[in-house]
């Protein structure tokens, strides 16, 4: 009966020299620093976009509040469908670090936008030197004594951001058509001024300008011509009375080739 006692006391103490000895010989844990004093996380709630069949990505910060190094690890209830970049690492004492939460994409859509996904951030105090690729799960093992600072964080669809709604040109802000076109007419007089302004540049172009001035050339020629065989008719009336003879073939043909002459270029201006 002694035997036996004094054998399982001796149990007892081996065990609790090795987990003493695993916790000194550890490279990573530091014991001693209270729970909910290591990271503060930004945000707690984690807002994707939902659209779709499109991967959406949503960024947490991890800031280390103390003067230690602090390992983190990032564990979801969902591992298909979100991949965490880095979900292990270190945060350097006094200094802030970048996590980007990535949700696949999805081919429907949740009734009610509702999401029961959740993530869980563990961080402890880790030595001084230690790197990303020395944290170890058994770094997180509240059973090994380990004091294991725990954040909650849940997942809220939002609605995607709508793009601007196109601006009617011409429109007013807070006017309706109804009104536009029963104001005195106002829906006409702007349709004369569009059309004006439409039309207004098109008489600016030298190609146009130079148009115009010939067309008004060739109407004052016209013009001067025609008042020219008038006094020349009216001569010639009055020669015909004092000559009391009829109007010579030639100048009434004379007259009447001028005549058409005149009237194709009247027609073309």
């Given at each position: 009966?002694?035997l036996s006692?004094?054998?399982?006391?001796?149990?007892?103490?081996?065990?609790?020299?090795?987990?003493?000895?695993?916790?000194?010989?550890?490279?990573?844990?530091?014991?001693?620093?209270?729970?909910?004093?290591?990271?503060?996380?930004?945000?707690?709630?984690?807002?994707?976009?939902?659209?779709?069949?499109?991967?959406?990505?949503?960024?947490?910060?991890?800031?280390?509040?103390?003067?230690?190094?602090?390992a983190f690890?990032?564990?979801?209830?969902?591992?298909?469908?979100?991949?965490?970049?880095?979900?292990?690492?270190?945060?350097?004492?006094?200094?802030?670090?970048?996590?980007?939460?990535?949700?696949?994409?999805?081919?429907?859509?949740?009734?009610?936008?509702?999401?029961?996904?959740?993530?869980?951030?563990?961080?402890?105090?880790?030595?001084?030197?230690?790197?990303?690729?020395?944290?170890?799960?058994?770094?997180?093992?509240?059973?090994?004594?380990?004091?294991?600072?725990?954040?909650?964080?849940?997942?809220?669809?939002?609605?995607?951001?709508?793009?601007?709604?196109?601006?009617?040109?011409?429109?007013?802000?807070?006017?309706?058509?109804?009104?536009?076109?029963?104001?005195?007419?106002?829906?006409?007089?702007?349709?004369?001024?569009?059309?004006?302004?439409?039309?207004?540049?098109?008489?600016?172009?030298?190609?146009?300008?130079?148009?115009?001035?010939?067309?008004?050339?060739?109407?004052?020629?016209?013009?001067?011509?025609?008042?020219?065989?008038?006094?020349?008719?009216?001569?010639?009336?009055?020669d015909s009375?004092?000559?009391?003879?009829?109007?010579?073939?030639?100048?009434?043909?004379?007259?009447?080739?001028?005549?058409?002459?005149?009237?194709?270029?009247?027609?073309?201006?």
């Open positions: 009966m002694s006692l004094s054998l399982l006391i001796d149990g007892l103490v081996s065990l609790s020299l090795s987990v003493n000895r695993s916790r000194e010989e550890s490279p990573a844990i530091l014991i001693g620093m209270s729970n909910s004093e290591l990271l503060s996380v930004e945000p707690l709630d984690l807002q994707f976009p939902f659209e779709l069949r499109k991967q959406i990505s949503c960024s947490l910060y991890l800031t280390n509040k103390t003067d230690n190094h602090v690890k990032v564990k979801t209830t969902n591992p298909k469908k979100y991949c965490v970049r880095p979900n292990t690492g270190v945060v350097l004492p006094r200094s802030t670090c970048e996590v980007l939460v990535t949700m696949q994409a999805q081919k429907e859509a949740p009734s009610d936008m509702q999401c029961k996904d959740k993530f869980l951030l563990q961080g402890v105090t880790a030595s001084p030197g230690v790197t990303a690729k020395d944290v170890t799960p058994e770094m997180f093992s509240k059973e090994a004594g380990y004091l294991v600072e725990e954040t909650k964080l849940r997942v809220t669809y939002v609605a995607p951001p709508q793009p601007p709604s196109p601006v009617h040109e011409g429109s007013e802000e807070g006017s309706s058509p109804r009104a536009s076109v029963s104001d005195n007419g106002g829906q006409a007089s702007e349709f004369s001024r569009s059309s004006a302004d439409k039309v207004e540049p098109q008489e600016n172009t030298p190609e146009a300008r130079a148009l115009i001035t010939k067309l008004t050339e060739e109407k004052q020629s016209a013009i001067q011509l025609n008042n020219k065989l008038q006094r020349e008719l009216d001569q010639l009336r009055r009375k004092r000559s009391q003879s009829g109007i010579p073939l030639m100048y009434v043909l004379l007259v009447g080739l001028i005549g058409l002459i005149l009237g194709y270029i009247m027609k073309r201006t």
